[in-house]
């Protein structure tokens, strides 16, 4: 099979964040049965050992450069600027920077492909890349969008919570472009894959016409191996982008609202907010007694082994969550919220706790507390958390899964019984 697979963002090193991370592993299992040609775009992150490194894992690269940013010019210019790309988003009902990373050079080659039959499937990681997929395509190319979070429900959320970072123009664009944009592209496709059931149920009011077929992310289980012991103590670890909108609020609501409380019971606790990029909003919660920023680290593996408790304090966004699969295959006992355990039957009736839930403040200081003083809890949720990585959530089993769906056109040759985990 000749899969045609559209990334806007460069998805190595699978490091820099859950799009890199889902979009390399996919493409890394394709790549052992099928011929894979990635189309793609770099800025000036990416370097030339990067690029020869992404080589390897398939069969053709790609490689066009991102549009340069906007100047600002300041003044009455920057704000008609502005206006313009406002308007634009809201009359092609497409968000601004879907409209921004559009290259012409790209829809150019796809149509090539397209119209020469050089290829089976296309497959857009992530929604930013429906923009090169035509109507018509349908016709002659099986073409898969891999949601990796609903852009419309992302930003819903954001505002329902007030983690919005400009609430006036987020709630315009919810109202005027993004329920129309998810409803436009979503009926281009022959199929669509999301990474949880809330996300499923999302689409499906949008495409009610089709099977929607859930694949969650993995984790690489040699890069994250099982922790050998309980390091003890009262260390807590929060990890992830802290550039990214969701993961400044979580860490600022758990520094601000959570830890003062828990210092009150355990003077020596602290806070590791550990990731890349860190926003100044992030870096000024150093001042706070106990937080710890890292920025970019080494080997995160190891900040986990070394904490007591991983926290996931999301209050927003959707889909399933990388951080949270990572700490639990590392074997360390996990304390999130709704959104940060999205996904995870990791309780409830008949089910081995794999995770404790908390969403207010309180819920995080009993949850946490229980842990920090019950070493046998510790490891009951750090024996079930890596046993349920290890059977529902590699990208063995993600890719394989994806997989099939790159195969369906007509009749597919698979039985219900192997359908039925993706398309329940």
């Not at 994250?224 to 550039?243: E, K, N, T």
């Not at 919660?285 to 926290?311: A, F, Q």
């Not at 919220?337 to 081995?352: F, H, K, P």
Request: charged residues 20%; glycine residues 6%.
């Amino acid at each position: 099979m000749r899969i045609l697979m559209l990334s806007s963002t460069f998805p190595y090193p699978p490091s820099r964040g859950g799009t890199e991370i889902r979009t390399f592993n996919l493409l890394k299992y394709l790549q052992q049965k099928h011929s894979v040609i990635l189309i793609t775009q770099s800025n000036k992150e990416v370097t030339n050992a990067e690029v020869e490194e992404l080589r390897k894992y398939v069969s053709e690269l790609v490689i066009f450069p991102l549009p340069s940013e906007p100047e600002n010019q300041g003044g009455i210019s920057e704000l008609l600027a502005k206006a313009r790309r406002f308007m634009e988003s809201v009359l092609k009902a497409t968000p601004p920077n879907v409209l921004y990373r559009y290259s012409p050079a790209i829809q150019a080659l796809v149509d090539d492909y397209v119209q020469a039959q050089k290829c089976d499937v296309i497959t857009c990681e992530h929604s930013v890349n429906e923009i090169y997929i035509r109507p018509e395509f349908r016709n002659s190319v099986n073409t898969v969008v891999d949601v990796h979070s609903s852009v419309y429900g992302w930003v819903r959320d954001h505002l329902k919570m007030d983690a919005s970072q400009n609430a006036l123009r987020d709630r315009l664009y919810l109202s005027l472009v993004l329920e129309r944009y998810e409803k436009r592209y979503c009926t281009k496709f022959s199929h669509i894959v999301v990474t949880t059931q809330d996300d499923r149920q999302e689409f499906l009011k949008l495409r009610p016409d089709i099977e929607i077929a859930v694949i969650p992310n993995g984790v690489d289980l040699e890069l994250f191996p099982y922790r050998l012991q309980d390091p003890g103590g009262h260390s807590l670890i929060f990890v992830g982008a802290m550039d990214a909108s969701h993961n400044i609020d979580a860490a600022r609501f758990f520094a601000l609202e959570v830890l003062p409380e828990l210092q009150k019971s355990y003077p020596d606790v602290t806070f590791s907010i550990v990731g890349a990029r860190p926003s100044p909003e992030v870096l000024e919660l150093k001042d706070i007694p106990g937080v710890i920023v890292t920025g970019r680290v080494s080997s995160m593996v190891e900040y986990l082994h070394n904490s007591t408790v991983c926290v996931v304090p999301l209050r927003t966004g959707f889909g399933i969550k990388n951080k949270t699969l990572e700490a639990m295959a590392a074997g360390v006992p996990v304390v999130g919220s709704d959104r940060g355990l999205e996904g995870l039957a990791v309780d409830g009736n008949g089910i081995s706790v794999g995770a404790l839930r908390a969403n207010v403040p309180q819920e995080y200081i009993t949850a946490i507390s229980k842990l920090f003083d019950n070493p046998k809890l510790r490891s009951e949720l750090s024996l079930n958390g890596r046993q349920l990585v290890e059977t529902e959530f590699t990208w063995d089993i993600a890719g394989k899964n994806y997989e099939q769906v790159c195969l369906q056109s007509g009749s597919n040759g698979y039985s219900g019984s192997q359908l039925s985990a993706i398309y329940p």
